[in-house]
């Protein structure tokens, strides 16, 4: 599978699916912990699709594997759904585009990515843009087509105040996204679909969100917080958080 990915030159990493290697898929499952804000791991629904990619979708796992250190260094998960092509049908975000996927009897039609996650120390040097071909090339081998995703903008959390419809729009004077996960997805020839405010749902407890994010919440109201992408409303005890990704699509 590694032929066509751009990997770093002379580099000793391959490209495997996880119905290729199970095993080093298995070995994968905490290696990619840190690679995402604590908050991030407690989702409200992504244990429900998450938790459905394998085996059933096994083929359309992707994992970059280091001979030389023996690890895996890339990993990039994906769930196969139903999707006529218009923005009418394009489900609201992760959460949503989840539960089609494991709702839906219905035959896929299309490939979303979930997850692009590369070790701390292997980031920098083009695996994430390697990733997205992988998904890519997985999709096109299942027959199915296009690739979307719901990009989480990794310098939203700088603006966290901004709305996403806002922050989305910001473009670059060389014409590209202003946002640099956005703007890899769109040097891929990706195009924008739409923004998503609530993509990705997490309510719990205060007492979980001041441990998750090491930050006191005093009282009811909106708080931004370390590493988010939007605010946190506090109401009664409990945090809600939405979320939000920008939908972009690869026409394959």
């Given at each position: 599978m590694?032929?066509?990915?751009?990997?770093?030159?002379?580099?000793?990493i391959?490209?495997?699916?996880?119905?290729?290697?199970?095993?080093?898929?298995?070995?994968?499952?905490?290696?990619f912990?840190?690679?995402?804000?604590?908050?991030?791991?407690?989702?409200?629904?992504?244990?429900?699709?998450?938790?459905?990619?394998?085996?059933?979708?096994?083929h359309?796992?992707?994992?970059?594997?280091?001979?030389?250190?023996?690890?895996?260094?890339?990993?990039g998960?994906?769930?196969?759904?139903?999707?006529?092509?218009s923005?009418?049908?394009?489900?609201?975000?992760i959460?949503?585009?989840?539960?089609?996927?494991?709702?839906?009897?219905?035959?896929?039609?299309?490939?979303?990515?979930?997850?692009?996650?590369v070790?701390?120390?292997?980031?920098?040097v083009?695996?994430?843009?390697?990733?997205i071909?992988?998904?890519?090339?997985?999709?096109?081998?299942?027959?199915?087509?296009?690739l979307?995703?719901?990009?989480?903008?990794?310098?939203?959390?700088?603006?966290?105040?901004?709305?996403?419809?806002?922050?989305?729009?910001?473009?670059?004077?060389?014409?590209?996204?202003?946002d640099?996960?956005?703007?890899?997805?769109?040097?891929?020839g990706?195009?924008?679909?739409?923004?998503?405010?609530?993509?990705?749902?997490?309510?719990a407890?205060?007492?979980?969100?001041?441990?998750?994010?090491?930050m006191?919440?005093?009282?009811?109201?909106?708080?931004?917080?370390?590493?988010?992408?939007?605010p946190l409303?506090?109401?009664?005890?409990?945090?809600?958080?939405?979320?939000?990704?920008?939908?972009?699509?690869?026409?394959?």
């Open positions: 590694t032929h066509g990915l751009q990997l770093p030159p002379g580099s000793s391959a490209a495997f699916t996880a119905d290729e290697r199970p095993d080093l898929w298995q070995r994968s499952g905490d290696a912990h840190d690679v995402w804000p604590e908050y991030n791991h407690h989702g409200n629904h992504t244990g429900k699709y998450f938790g459905a990619l394998l085996p059933r979708h096994a359309l796992q992707v994992l970059f594997y280091d001979s030389e250190t023996d690890r895996v260094v890339a990993r998960r994906t769930i196969p759904f139903r999707w006529d092509g923005l009418n049908d394009l489900p609201c975000g959460d949503a585009v989840g539960f089609r996927a494991v709702e839906d009897s219905r035959p896929a039609t299309a490939v979303s990515a979930l997850a692009a996650e070790a701390p120390d292997h980031q920098g083009g695996l994430s843009r390697a990733l071909q992988a998904m890519a090339t997985v999709t096109r081998t299942a027959g199915l087509a296009p979307v995703a719901p990009v989480r903008p990794n310098w939203k959390e700088r603006y966290p105040l901004t709305p996403i419809e806002q922050y989305a729009s910001w473009i670059r004077d060389d014409g590209f996204p202003f640099p996960w956005m703007r890899v997805h769109a040097r891929l990706a195009t924008t679909l739409r923004p998503e405010p609530k993509s990705l749902e997490i309510k407890p205060v007492s979980d969100w001041e441990r998750w994010t090491q006191a919440f005093p009282e009811d109201g909106d708080y931004a917080f370390p590493r988010g992408l939007a409303s506090v109401k009664d005890g409990a945090g809600h958080y939405w979320e939000p990704n920008v939908w972009m699509l690869h026409d394959l």
